[in-house]
């Protein structure tokens, strides 16, 4: 199956539904800026209230007759629909409107085909286009049920033409999971590289259009696609960064999420979201100037708990605080005094310094400390303590023996003891927790990666 190439939407026409029975409907302001995202010229927006959808068009056959006359009037092209539809509905929608119909699933992975730019990025859109394009094959052909003829002969038993499509495109779909697992599995040798190497790895998440982009550049000095429209970016972006007391960290841009984020995106970009998973912190990018703050961040929680990323330390990133003159820059403790969240503007730059700052906070809030006393042979262990910037101090004594303050999650000390069979545990000569720092973390499972 030939690969569908999406340009900009031209004149569209908007259909809005809204049923009483539904609970979180989608938004029509949202609609029109995912629409615009999309390059369409919005003629109009048609707003339909119903006690329940029609099971041909969603709308009812009186509905459909004013979407074609606004289709007609504003020589539209494209109706986009705020809700999903079902094959046979956008079949029968076409044949009477008379013009392409999509419903919201298929506007945003238009937006996702023209933002693509990695070859990760572009198999993901493909591999969802594909899933989506599964049940509605019958669209593309005027001749699904005519046969080709097997074993040579003239019009006998054969494969009809959706069977041949249907086949071809499922081939299509396993080749692209193929493709995807090394993608994958070489996202995950990367990922162990720097859990073997300590380096912390911090992930932005957020609303669409909250400044995520925006503050990565500003922060990492980065030159990623940032725009005022929604899903600007698209394909995951690391940068490494280097905090005075943490060392090397890496800091990730993901995609932004939306209400109601279709699964079928979620299980497209499966390897782009473990990203998110792995990490050690999100940062929590709000938009502090938009009027609907508290329905996006239970958005952003809700597609995090679909992804099993929500039990994940997170902080809060107030962006955009030159647009309110009542939220001041800097960071906001709770009572304990454990940063809460961080008001930053990454237009201006103002509280960025305190965003890193409360960042290197809460990377070392879990860590413990304790002492170690090395022998001549311990060089192994002295340089992957030395790596993993966990030393605080250091003394000899009369015999020469090294003396080494650590300090250290209880993952990495796990870790190290594991990468030197056990020589850490052996070198210990105090810990101020109750007992050693990795008794706990021994079964964590983490791979060796040479």
Same mark, same amino acid.
């Given at each position: 199956?030939?690969?569908?190439?999406?340009?900009?939407?031209?004149?569209?026409?908007?259909?809005?539904?809204?049923?009483?029975?539904?609970?979180?409907?989608?938004?029509?302001? @949202?609609?029109?800026?995912?629409?615009?995202?999309?390059?369409?010229?919005?003629?109009?927006?048609?707003?339909?209230?119903?006690?329940?959808?029609?099971?041909?068009?969603?709308?009812?056959?009186?509905?459909?007759? @004013?979407?074609?006359?606004?289709?007609?009037?504003?020589?539209?092209?494209?109706?986009?629909?705020?809700?999903?539809?079902?094959?046979?509905?956008?079949? #029968?929608?076409?044949?009477?409107?008379?013009?392409?119909?999509?419903?919201?699933?298929?506007?945003? *992975?238009?937006?996702?085909?023209?933002?693509?730019?990695?070859?990760?990025?572009?198999?993901?859109?493909?591999?969802?286009?594909?899933?989506?394009?599964?049940?509605?094959?019958?669209?593309?052909?005027?001749?699904?049920?005519?046969?080709?003829?097997?074993?040579?002969?003239?019009?006998?038993?054969?494969?009809?033409?959706?069977?041949?499509?249907?086949?071809?495109?499922?081939?299509?779909?396993?080749?692209?999971?193929?493709?995807?697992?090394?993608?994958?599995?070489?996202?995950?040798? #990367?990922?162990?590289?720097?859990?073997?190497?300590?380096?912390?790895?911090?992930?932005?998440?957020?609303?669409?259009?909250?400044?995520?982009?925006? *503050?990565?550049?500003?922060?990492?000095?980065?030159?990623?696609?940032?725009?005022?429209?929604?899903?600007?970016? =698209?394909?995951?972006?690391?940068? #490494?960064?280097?905090?005075?007391?943490?060392?090397?960290?890496?800091?990730?841009?993901?995609?932004?999420?939306?209400?109601?984020?279709?699964?079928?995106?979620?299980?497209?970009?499966?390897?782009?979201?473990?990203?998110?998973?792995?990490?050690?912190?999100?940062?929590?990018?709000?938009?502090?100037?938009?009027?609907?703050?508290?329905?996006?961040?239970?958005?952003?929680?809700?597609?995090?708990?679909?992804?099993?990323?929500?039990?994940?330390?997170?902080?809060?990133?107030?962006?955009?605080?030159?647009?309110?003159?009542?939220?001041?820059?800097?960071?906001?403790?709770?009572?304990?005094?454990?940063?809460?969240?961080?008001?930053?503007?990454?237009?201006?730059?103002?509280?960025?310094?305190?965003?890193?700052?409360?960042?290197?906070?809460?990377?070392? =809030?879990?860590?413990?400390?304790?002492?170690?006393?090395?022998?001549?042979?311990?060089?192994?262990?002295?340089?992957?303590?030395?790596?993993?910037?966990?030393?605080?101090?250091?003394?000899?004594?009369?015999?020469?023996?090294?003396?080494?303050?650590?300090?250290?999650?209880?993952?990495?000390?796990?870790?190290?003891?594991?990468?030197?069979?056990?020589?850490?545990?052996?070198?210990?000569?105090?810990?101020?927790?109750?007992?050693?720092?990795?008794?706990?973390?021994?079964?964590?499972?983490?791979?060796?990666?040479?």
């Amino acid at each position: 199956m030939a690969e569908k190439e999406f340009t900009a939407l031209g004149p569209t026409i908007l259909v809005h539904v809204e049923l009483p029975q539904a609970k979180n409907q989608e938004d029509l302001e @949202e609609l029109h800026r995912l629409a615009e995202s999309a390059g369409a010229e919005i003629c109009d927006a048609i707003v339909c209230r119903r006690d329940g959808i029609d099971p041909r068009t969603y709308i009812g056959s009186g509905k459909v007759q @004013e979407v074609a006359a606004a289709v007609q009037a504003h020589e539209a092209e494209v109706v986009v629909f705020n809700s999903p539809l079902t094959p046979a509905q956008e079949r #029968n929608l076409e044949k009477e409107i008379g013009v392409r119909v999509m419903d919201r699933i298929a506007l945003i *992975l238009v937006i996702f085909a023209m933002r693509a730019r990695t070859y990760e990025g572009k198999l993901q859109v493909e591999l969802a286009q594909l899933h989506y394009e599964q049940a509605r094959l019958v669209r593309g052909w005027t001749h699904l049920e005519r046969q080709k003829g097997g074993f040579g002969l003239r019009g006998g038993p054969g494969e009809t033409q959706i069977e041949l499509d249907r086949r071809a495109l499922r081939e299509r779909i396993a080749a692209i999971k193929e493709d995807l697992e090394v993608v994958a599995r070489r996202r995950e040798q #990367n990922r162990a590289q720097r859990k073997k190497n300590a380096i912390p790895v911090v992930s932005f998440v957020g609303y669409t259009n909250a400044g995520k982009s925006t *503050l990565f550049n500003r922060l990492t000095r980065s030159e990623v696609y940032a725009a005022d429209q929604l899903f600007a970016t =698209l394909d995951p972006t690391l940068r #490494n960064m280097v905090l005075p007391t943490i060392g090397k960290v890496v800091f990730a841009d993901t995609v932004g999420f939306i209400r109601h984020l279709p699964h079928e995106l979620v299980a497209a970009f499966r390897a782009t979201l473990e990203e998110t998973v792995q990490s050690d912190l999100l940062l929590h990018i709000i938009d502090i100037a938009d009027p609907r703050i508290e329905e996006n961040m239970e958005a952003v929680q809700a597609v995090l708990a679909q992804i099993k990323a929500d039990q994940v330390p997170s902080l809060l990133v107030f962006n955009k605080s030159d647009l309110n003159a009542e939220v001041a820059a800097g960071i906001v403790r709770d009572e304990s005094g454990k940063p809460l969240r961080v008001n930053v503007s990454a237009k201006t730059g103002a509280g960025l310094d305190d965003l890193l700052k409360a960042v290197a906070e809460l990377l070392t =809030l879990d860590q413990c400390e304790f002492t170690v006393c090395l022998q001549p042979q311990d060089g192994k262990l002295r340089s992957l303590l030395y790596e993993t910037k966990a030393i605080e101090g250091s003394s000899y004594d009369e015999q020469g023996h090294e003396h080494l303050q650590i300090k250290l999650k209880p993952s990495d000390a796990a870790r190290l003891n594991k990468l030197t069979a056990g020589r850490l545990g052996a070198c210990v000569e105090g810990f101020t927790g109750k007992g050693l720092p990795w008794e706990q973390e021994e079964d964590f499972g983490f791979e060796d990666v040479e």
